[in-house]
């Protein structure tokens, strides 16, 4: 649903900006909290999380963000493009870079068994930037080709008149992008099906124009993924209220340290790479020239918005049994507790106040912008080397004459957007 509705062109303008803080925020914002959780439970004592690799298994998956309450603030509200897409992007890729460390560190062929000697910091970096650029690269390229087969058959098929096919195809297209990664060539299934469903969001909405029983196929196929997602929504917080059942009194005081280390860890990592980003725009676009610069608001909603949710709590429960053998018989279910409390605490507490600040800083609302705003002052050479592939390659494959001829369809932008009509 985020692929085929992001606002596509501001999406590209801020992309490598995006990664800044997916990719290298990621990693600080892990080691930050790694250490801290290693330094507190080993040297202060204020917890029974001591072994390094804990530290760092858990703090892989404690980063993942998931600010599903603050993005659907922000489509109500209708909020600045920059923050929405900033905040949108990150939380999307971020995912994907913390599932790669997870898995790492809960690997034993990577990290060895239980009592054995740790792999050496340089081994473990240059494994992690390995597994993590080319996850990342090739995942990326993996979902445009799917993406790029899906809207091809679509056109050879020509699914114009069957609207509610069409709508069905591209919903199960999205399930067949995430099995092909995850299944065959072991990619990461979110950033796949995401560049899937950016392409199709881009290429198949010209095959979805008004069918000769006056349907139009776009608006239809778009309210139908918006159902499925808000589904699946629903089962994530489904999902988080039944692992209600596992709190333990030990996971509680964890909790209590681990919150204000996740913020530390968040920070640490935001307002830098914040400051970075202000300074690539400057030298790449040039001095003197208007860029949508990260103010220190859009910072500081940036980080208020990591929150955390379902991906957190299910990587909390694959957590293999080294982590009883290392830190104690029982660790397991202390972090699973600590990670259900994290997930609760910032959704009520940081999810609850997202409109609060918004307003204390404001931040523009009701914002009504063109899919290019951002583009016009942030277009770079990667979004001119884009452009010169979709007009000389793409759009010949996968539009017809009769495609590119076509009136677009008024469509209202769905919730990830951020900045469609309120519904």
Request: glycine share 8%; with cysteine.
């Amino acid at each position: 649903e985020t692929g085929w509705s992001i606002r596509v062109k501001d999406f590209a303008s801020q992309f490598v900006y995006i990664l800044i803080f997916a990719i290298p925020g990621t990693l600080i914002n892990t080691s930050v909290v790694a250490y801290l959780i290693h330094y507190t439970g080993s040297v202060l004592g204020w917890h029974s999380i001591t072994g390094v690799r804990t530290a760092l298994a858990f703090s892989s998956l404690i980063c993942a963000t998931d600010p599903v309450a603050t993005l659907a603030t922000y489509s109500k509200l209708r909020v600045d493009p920059l923050l929405n897409i900033m905040v949108l992007g990150e939380a999307v890729i971020n995912d994907a870079v913390a599932i790669v460390l997870f898995k790492m560190f809960n690997s034993d062929e990577v990290m060895g068994i239980p009592g054995a000697p740790l792999p050496s910091t340089h081994d473990m970096f240059m494994r992690i930037s390995w597994s993590v650029t080319v996850n990342f690269l090739g995942s990326a390229a993996l979902g445009s080709v799917v993406g790029v087969v899906f809207v091809y058959v679509m056109r050879l098929i020509d699914m114009g008149d069957s609207p509610k096919v069409a709508a069905l195809y591209i919903v199960v297209s999205g399930y067949a992008a995430f099995s092909i990664a995850e299944g065959y060539f072991h990619m990461s299934g979110i950033i796949v099906t995401l560049f899937c469903s950016t392409v199709m969001g881009i290429y198949a909405k010209p095959h979805l124009q008004l069918s000769q029983q006056g349907m139009d196929g776009t608006k239809m196929t778009t309210y139908f993924i918006q159902q499925v997602s808000s589904l699946a929504d629903s089962a994530v917080f489904l999902l988080v209220g039944v692992s209600f059942v596992h709190i333990k009194g030990p996971g509680l005081r964890f909790a209590t340290s681990l919150i204000p280390i996740c913020l530390l860890g968040r920070a640490a990592s935001t307002f830098p790479l914040g400051l970075l980003v202000n300074g690539v725009k400057k030298v790449t676009m040039g001095r003197g020239t208007q860029t949508n610069s990260l103010e220190a608001k859009h910072m500081f909603m940036m980080w208020h918005g990591g929150l955390r949710g379902a991906i957190a709590l299910v990587l909390a429960m694959e957590l293999g049994p080294w982590v009883d053998v290392l830190d104690g018989e029982g660790t397991a279910k202390i972090l699973h507790t600590a990670t259900f409390m994290v997930i609760v605490v910032l959704l009520g507490v940081f999810g609850g106040s997202t409109q609060f600040f918004l307003n204390l800083f404001k931040i523009p609302v009701g914002v009504d912008a063109p899919e290019d705003h951002l583009c016009r002052k942030d277009k770079s050479r990667t979004m001119t080397a884009i452009d010169f592939f979709d007009k000389n390659f793409l759009n010949p494959l996968l539009k017809t004459k009769s495609d590119e001829e076509a009136p677009a369809t008024e469509e209202t932008e769905p919730p990830a957007s951020g900045v469609g009509p309120v519904q």
